[in-house]
């Protein structure tokens, strides 16, 4: 297949252009902005590759999308550019409303267009596939309950309300337009990569560096946490095999608290990295209670039942395996997380993280 995918070097999608590349024979397509969170050095392993190609673009740019897309002549698409983190949207919402609404309007016009430009066969076999998230359910009250693909839609923060407002256009094309499509809905994903400012990356650097671990509140908001090769290991599934106009919920099975989560780091680091900053006896003593967000959903839990059931994926890693193969790898490269701090894997331009740590 040749697939395009949109910020693929974000996270979640280097993480599966990488996993493409590397398990596959499929021609891959990167589409990035390079926003202050896509970085070309999480595909350093990969960006030689003859089956890989990346184009510089913003999905809202919509002419600029209808050439690639008539260049390339993708069989799928699938779409994980976006804003994406919480605190960001809570200081400055437009940005978030701009791109995750706007632009996936702007890309599902481009992609309708050239969808109706192929053969029958072609566009039978065509997919676009819209990644989501699970915030835009809401939260859970019950300790028991679990996000289902049919449960209704309750975001509570500008971030999940736009993406919440992306999923709806995309079920909105297939329905009015018959564009094919899919869409999955994950839980919090963690792994190698991981922009530092998001919880697992924070702390880990943040403990190595001697300084405050940020636990928002009373620290017992509780998330599935999935590894990230795991959820690459998902979307292929979804976009080769699921059925069209599908919703597949992807999670890890793996809740824990927050404050567990961030003790567990320090559990690991006093393992894996034993020679402190200084004046530092424990990594846990560095922990710090702030306070709360606005909107700050308590529990999310996903039921990733119907594809377990349908398409036979389960996740490979539990939470304790795979928070030590991150641990890991922070330790090993903090080059590439030194970069990412001091702004230079894109230029001087960015500053180290516009001088603020936030929290996931």
Not at 21 to 44: C, F, M, P, W
Not at 50 to 68: H, L, N, W
Not at 194 to 201: D, G, R, V
Not at 246 to 267: F, L, M, P, S
Request: with cysteine; hydrophobic share 40%.
């Amino acid at each position: 297949m040749r697939i395009l995918i949109t910020g693929g070097a974000g996270f979640i999608g280097s993480a599966l252009i990488r996993h493409l590349i590397g398990h596959t024979d499929h021609q891959v397509l990167n589409l990035d902005k390079l926003t202050y969170a896509g970085n070309l050095e999480s595909l350093s392993s990969i960006d030689h590759d003859s089956r890989y190609e990346f184009v510089q673009a913003d999905i809202i740019d919509q002419p600029t999308i209808s050439v690639v897309l008539a260049r390339f002549k993708p069989d799928a698409i699938m779409h994980l550019a976006a804003e994406s983190h919480v605190d960001r949207s809570i200081d400055g919402p437009a940005d978030f409303i701009q791109t995750n609404i706007v632009g996936t309007y702007s890309l599902l016009e481009a992609t309708r267009a050239y969808w109706q430009t192929l053969a029958e066969p072609q566009k039978r076999a065509f997919r676009f596939h819209h990644i989501s998230t699970d915030e835009v359910y809401g939260d859970l009250h019950g300790v028991d309950d679990l996000f289902t693909e049919t449960t209704a839609y309750a975001p509570s923060s500008p971030y999940s309300a736009s993406k919440a407002a992306s999923d709806h256009l995309v079920r909105a094309w297939q329905r009015t337009y018959g564009l094919p499509v899919l869409l999955t809905n994950c839980s919090n994903n963690y792994g190698p990569f991981h922009f530092p400012e998001k919880l697992i990356p924070l702390v880990i650097l943040n403990a190595l560096a001697g300084k405050p671990l940020p636990v928002y509140g009373d620290g017992l908001q509780v998330r599935d946490w999935l590894f990230v090769e795991d959820h690459a290991r998902a979307l292929l599934k979804v976009v080769t095999e699921g059925v069209v106009g599908e919703t597949y919920n992807i999670g890890g099975h793996n809740e824990q608290k927050n404050i567990d989560v961030v003790r567990n780091i320090c559990a690991l680091l006093e393992e894996l990295a034993p020679h402190k900053p200084a004046g530092v006896e424990h990594y846990a003593d560095l922990i710090t209670f702030v306070k709360d967000r606005p909107g700050h959903d308590l529990r999310y839990a996903i039921d990733a039942g119907k594809i377990e059931r349908e398409l036979g994926w389960t996740p490979s890693e539990t939470f304790e395996t795979g928070l030590r193969k991150t641990v890991q790898w922070y330790l090993e490269n903090l080059l590439w997380c030194r970069r990412v701090q001091d702004g230079s894997y894109q230029g001087e331009r960015l500053g180290s993280l516009d001088n603020k740590d936030t929290i996931a």
